[in-house]
């Protein structure tokens, strides 16, 4: 289970501080590299997985956005992979999935933690007992599967009990991932703070100061690292809660209206 170690609740002029940060990367964007969560953080939280609805504008935006920050951009989520791909179609960015358990760099080549057979037969059976849990939703994501109990959040001492279980089943080579109304298990040894460092020894990542952006308990992997990396951490928030994040922003919404606004301006003379 993810731990929030040493979390602060953001201050009251923490969402200034994350305009101010995102405006200085964009006045010297070859000193900065970008790290985006997906659900929550560039697109609005859905009832279900597949019912989310990506903006027309966002995917030209964050290409638009990526070719000034020189590529050093990426994504960093939860989702598989291949899904991401879907949601932002027909550009393809450098994406952490899985929680980093898969990483394509920007070379695009990938990586991925490959699981066996007895997962695969873990994963079945969660499916047939959740058949148990009206309004629980399994989500196969390969090397990792996640409980969504966001319809049926009665259900969640249930989904929980029941995770914690199979996680004991699936053995220490993996771990409990906690979120917004869902518990997956995943690899233990991948995380969105050990995708962001990879990214960090790498063209065009490499030599630049991080500034992370997520929404949820998930991503508070990847804020410790950018603190201690002297970056900048900011967390999607409309109202206060325990975060190592340094600031907040109000909504996924708020995020994209920036984000469209900075790619539609005109690149500055280095």
């Known amino acids: 289970m993810s731990r929030q170690e040493h979390a602060n609740p953001?201050?009251?002029?923490?969402?200034?501080?994350?305009?101010?940060?995102?405006?200085?990367?964009?006045?010297?964007?070859?000193?900065?590299?970008?790290?985006?969560?997906?659900?929550?953080?560039?697109?609005?939280?859905?009832?279900?997985?597949?019912?989310?609805?990506?903006?027309?504008?966002?995917?030209a935006d964050l290409h638009r956005l990526s070719a000034r920050l020189g590529g050093a951009l990426a994504l960093v989520t939860g989702r598989a992979l291949p899904f991401a791909d879907q949601l932002f179609q027909p550009y393809v960015f450098p994406i952490a999935g899985l929680h980093g358990s898969e990483r394509r760099d920007?070379?695009?080549?990938?990586?991925?933690?490959?699981?066996?057979?007895?997962?695969?037969?873990?994963?079945?059976?969660?499916?047939?007992?959740?058949?148990?849990?009206?309004?629980?939703?399994?989500?196969?994501?390969?090397?990792?599967?996640?409980?969504?109990?966001?319809?049926?959040?009665?259900?969640?001492?249930?989904?929980?009990?029941?995770?914690e279980r199979y996680l004991d089943m699936a053995g220490e080579d993996f771990t409990l991932q906690h979120g917004k109304m869902v518990v997956e298990i995943r690899p233990a040894r991948a995380s969105k703070g050990h995708a962001l460092m990879a990214y960090l020894n790498e063209s065009p990542f490499q030599d630049r100061k991080p500034i992370a952006i997520g929404d949820d308990v998930t991503d508070e992997a990847m804020f410790r690292v950018v603190n201690e990396l002297g970056g900048h951490s900011i967390r999607i928030s409309e109202t206060p809660a325990e975060t190592v994040a340094q600031s907040t922003l109000p909504s996924a919404s708020y995020l994209r209206s920036l984000i469209h606004r900075f790619a539609a301006e005109t690149v500055r003379p280095e």
């Open 10 to 59: 953001p201050t009251e002029d923490a969402g200034s501080a994350g305009d101010q940060v995102l405006e200085e990367l964009m006045q010297d964007p070859s000193h900065w590299a970008l790290f985006l969560d997906i659900d929550g953080t560039l697109i609005d939280l859905a009832e279900t997985p597949e019912s989310i609805v990506v903006p027309a504008e966002l995917p």
């Open 106 to 163: 920007a070379t695009g080549m990938t990586t991925r933690v490959e699981v066996g057979a007895e997962f695969e037969r873990l994963k079945a059976a969660l499916g047939r007992e959740a058949q148990q849990w009206p309004g629980v939703l399994i989500e196969n994501k390969g090397a990792a599967v996640a409980a969504h109990y966001r319809r049926a959040p009665e259900q969640r001492e249930v989904v929980e009990a029941a995770m």
